[in-house]
């Protein structure tokens, strides 16, 4: 049975107000601003989700941000949400395990294998690096994120998300393409 707040195709929102930090000396200094840098967000967004949604954040290792008491792993993933990037540029957005872009792990491999036209073992490639080491993935909207707007997740199986990736680059996804497949909205 799933957790309440982790139902799949269900977007969740939740507004915050402001992120602050309580000094042992008394004052507080409000930080919020810091919830729109990536490096700074990542990880407080994470256990956000896994506070809201029931799961526990994976002490074990592996490549899952998550798992629920099954043992089923999630990948945690954020995408810019259209209520404050709504240009077509930003819809299309990264997916794939980190080691599958850039420089890092795989990223050149991958790349090669595109531009030449082999997107079958480029796929492989990301399945084995980290799609077919989680159950679901988790998108939240904290790319770029302001509290001005709500807080917003959802879960997507691992098969609808290998079933939506682009057809060109097995690490990317749309965003639009995502967020159609929502089915409720619930307000936390």
Same mark, same amino acid.
Request: charge should be negative.
């Given at each position: 049975?799933?957790?309440?707040y982790c139902l799949p195709f269900t977007l969740y929102e939740l507004d915050i107000d402001s992120?602050?930090?309580?000094? @042992?000396?008394?004052? @507080?200094l409000d930080v919020t601003a810091t919830l729109s840098n990536g490096r700074a967000s990542y990880i407080l967004f994470q256990h956000l989700v896994s506070r809201l949604s029931g799961l526990r954040e994976n002490s074990e290792g592996g490549s899952s941000?998550?798992?629920?008491?099954?043992g089923r792993g999630y990948e945690v993933k954020s995408y810019r949400d259209p209520e404050?990037?709504?240009?077509?540029?930003?819809?299309?957005?990264?997916?794939?395990a980190s080691s599958t872009f850039g420089p890092n792990n795989h990223g050149p491999r991958?790349?090669?294998?595109?531009?030449?036209?082999?997107?079958?073992?480029?796929?492989?490639?990301?399945?084995? @690096?980290?799609?077919?080491k989680n159950a679901f993935y988790i998108y939240t909207n904290t790319s770029g994120y302001d509290a001005s707007i709500p807080f917003r997740y959802f879960v997507i199986p691992t098969e609808t998300v290998l079933a939506t990736v682009s057809k060109s680059d097995p690490r990317?996804? @749309?965003?639009?393409?995502?967020l159609a497949m929502l089915t409720d909205t619930v307000r936390l």
């Open positions: 049975m799933p957790d309440p992120l602050t930090l309580n000094l @042992s000396t008394g004052p @507080s941000d998550l798992i629920d008491h099954e404050l990037w709504p240009k077509p540029a930003a819809d299309w957005f990264h997916t794939g991958i790349k090669k294998l595109l531009d030449a036209g082999d997107y079958a073992q480029a796929l492989e490639i990301c399945k084995l @690096s980290g799609f077919d990317r996804i @749309s965003r639009r393409a995502l």
